[in-house]
């Protein structure tokens, strides 16, 4: 797996203590702009660290999911 961009470590760091959250709610805790947020999710996404599940409070919305366990993670993100 390829390094990991900065953003997409700072939100990786949230949803693994929040468990999961939705845009809106990363957008304001990691203060980034929406684009590079939307980049990281992607990237998340594309390596498999994250799941995107629609939200059961509003199905209009997304909630970003931490999917991967710490064992997995050990072996798979490079530490920082």
């Known amino acids: 797996m390829e390094e ?6 700072l939100v ?5 203590e929040w468990g999961e959250a939705q845009f809106s709610q990363l957008l304001k805790e ?3 702009p929406q684009r590079t947020l939307s980049a990281a ?3 998340l ?8 599940r629609p939200c059961l409070k509003d199905l209009r919305k997304k909630v970003y999911c931490y999917t991967l366990t710490k064992s997995a993670r050990a072996n798979t993100i490079p530490h920082w």
């Open 30 to 32: 990691t203060r980034l």
């Open 12 to 16: 990786l760091k949230i949803l693994e």
């Open 45 to 52: 996404k594309r390596n498999g660290i994250i799941e995107v």
């Open 41 to 43: 999710l992607r990237e």
């Open 4 to 9: 990991l961009p900065p953003s997409a470590k």
